[in-house]
């Protein structure tokens, strides 16, 4: 008899952007003339930078020809993009990254996920709350918990993120072998600093911890105190691998390109406490598994490290960062507190309300569809998250509405 | 301490291709002046057809424009491509498949080597001798076998396929959960027939077993007595999962698209023998873990399936089947035994010579690079897998050569 994996029938049922989706439905059912402005979820609405389009169909024609056509590529991703990524985003910033460690994929999502299939199953792991569900439903998938109590799942150590500890996760009390870790944050938009991390990687590195450094959103970074990379931090290439992605830098969330860094140093261990590399071990899941990234959308990927590329991907965050710092202002104006939309597309926004309370309040009175924060995790609730991923014409639209329906 | 997932370590060290062109790269520098031909690796030659370059060029356009532009499509694949699927794959063989139970991917790689993350952990997993390496070491990976001895991993059950059997895995004489079958067949280019893929039905439905049918190599059947879907044998809605890929079919190896199908009659069990849909876990696991394929690269996918597609994609796949037969025909004139190469790309050769000595002798002798049948199972010794994928004039030239050599 073919038996299924259990652990799967202790995720929580109700998937958090599904049960936004059945609200906004039913919502649009009743009132049907009333136009809605969606700042829920987190994906991007402008065109492709023109660098990205040029390379994109240059590949494309290439595959019209048996001269210049390509089968399979290198499962890592091709050379010609990993020494782009090497230089652009690391050497630039004065890391040390080599290309070989560097693993192009189809998305950070996929990365994010398939990673902790490295690592044993006893292992404790981290999480911040608020959280994106992928680092907690990849590990219960894989057996590393028990069944939710209350919305939390025992076997993980929660790292609570509050307005008292500026939505910052402290070193936990026990210990932990592998710390998920996202800054720019999602869904706070709060960012670590550089004494923040380095604290970090001083604990991973005294405990033979990994930390998962989720960096999806550095492109929204423009405070020169912070940090971009992880391997900005002294000692990090021993203890993090770090996750990146075009999806949020260069609006790549339809055309799928991210990438994971996993440094030669970074190490992991036997149980009789033997070190092994894990860019090792990363080569063998990828290679086993993954078959690399389609041609020309590496091909595209590989222009936002262009001149012309690189200025239009500053053009295309600075819009949507304009976005942010409308929102990030309109709110504090109308005296509600928030954190995040300065180095970050998204605004967390605090509230004595319950978050689907809140969530619904806005969706029903102002036509507004943000994303509560108990979809996030416990320390979620009393939050909400607006995204600054829209046209700067519909942000003030929504931030009008709000300010009237909470005025009134 | 980070401790890694131990079952990595029974994989056995050298991949096959890692091996090949590590004797390749030898031969070259001993011999800079030898020109190769490559009918090793299964890697499409042939440019896209006009009909996919035509629709990716368009995507790539509606990316540039912000009233066109799409962001994150459904994790599943957008309906356009599942109904064409279901329409033009399923529904025009007979096959009741609906759009609901098709799920897009960026590779059959990638979905053979996740699926068994379904299953318990302590299933019994059956698997053809030779095979397609991802199905065992995926298996291996998770933790389903012991450490290997003589290059078989206990725990596995194999069924081997040999000249006696006419290369076609026979049922088990235990019981077994989880059997990967693959027709048109990698590596032997042999197909099974109607009657033995319903014995297999029949095989599963009895012992509640799951079957895993890698179609990856459907469209190279011309024999109108065989089918080219599982679904087509009755009954096996309710126990197989179907893969199919774009990558032999239209030239996708480079550009990556395939497909899995999961009917919603399919069902697996707890250990208390409760049913489980097997599709709504595999939605869970493709939700949470994966987002979707490019969207130009589905829009090509789609033009499969219109009328220019269509005759291109059979084009295509005569020019190969061209090159098949040719070989075929060609090793048979110098009394070689072998299958495939009718409705395959790949020809299974025997030999009294041990495989990989008969790899040398072709590389060194001939100049032609295949791959040695050892490399994909013990039952694979004796035999040598030669890929169709290359130009005419290339199949030519190789036969030529090992026809001079062989009558030397």
Chains 1, 2 share one sequence.
Not at 159 to 168: F, K, Q
Not at 261 to 287: E, F, N
Not at 309 to 331: F, P, S
């Amino acid at each position: 008899m073919i038996k299924i994996n259990e652990h799967y029938h202790k995720l929580q049922a109700s998937y958090l952007f599904a049960n936004i989706n059945k609200r906004v439905r039913e919502f649009q059912a009743a009132h049907p003339e009333r136009e809605l402005v969606w700042l829920g979820i987190g994906d991007v609405t402008q065109p492709l930078p023109n660098a990205c389009i040029t390379a994109f169909h240059k590949a494309v024609d290439e595959l019209a020809d048996a001269r210049t056509f390509r089968g399979y590529g290198p499962e890592q991703g091709y050379a010609f993009l990993r020494e782009a990524i090497a230089k652009g985003d690391f050497a630039a910033r004065g890391a040390d990254i080599q290309p070989d460690e560097i693993f192009v994929s189809d998305g950070a999502k996929c990365d994010v996920g398939n990673i902790q299939e490295l690592f044993a199953s006893d292992i404790r792991v981290a999480i911040s709350d608020p959280v994106y569900p992928v680092y907690v439903d990849t590990n219960v998938m894989a057996g590393r918990t028990g069944e939710a109590r209350d919305g939390r799942y025992p076997g993980l150590t929660y790292l609570d993120c509050t307005p008292e500890n500026g939505y910052a996760p402290q070193l936990p009390d026990g210990p932990v072998d592998l710390i998920y870790l996202c800054s720019p944050n999602n869904p706070t938009g709060a960012t670590l600093s550089r004494e923040q991390l380095q604290a970090w990687v001083d604990y991973a590195r005294e405990n033979r911890a990994l930390i998962l450094f989720d960096a999806a959103y550095e492109a929204f970074i423009r405070d020169d105190s912070l940090v971009h990379s992880i391997y900005e931090i002294p000692g990090a290439q021993d203890v993090a691998i770090e996750f990146r992605s075009f999806s949020k830098t260069a609006g790549f969330t339809g055309v799928r390109c991210a990438y994971a860094v996993v440094p030669k140093r970074c190490m992991a261990y036997t149980a009789a406490g033997a070190p092994v590399s894990v860019r090792d071990l990363w080569t063998r899941r990828h290679t086993t598994k993954f078959n690399g990234v389609s041609y020309p959308v590496q091909r595209a990927a590989e222009a936002v490290y262009s001149a012309e590329g690189q200025r239009e991907v500053r053009t295309l965050i600075d819009y949507y960062l304009r976005n942010a710092a409308y929102v990030r202002e309109a709110l504090q104006r109308m005296g509600l507190a928030c954190v995040g939309g300065d180095n970050s597309p998204y605004i967390w926004v605090q509230s004595d309300r319950d978050s689907w309370a809140f969530f619904d309040y806005l969706l029903n009175e102002a036509g507004v569809v943000c994303t509560p924060g108990a979809g996030f995790g416990r320390c979620g609730e009393h939050h909400i998250r607006i995204s600054a991923f829209n046209s700067f014409e519909n942000i003030q639209k929504a931030m009008q509405r709000i300010a009237d329906v909470l005025q009134a």
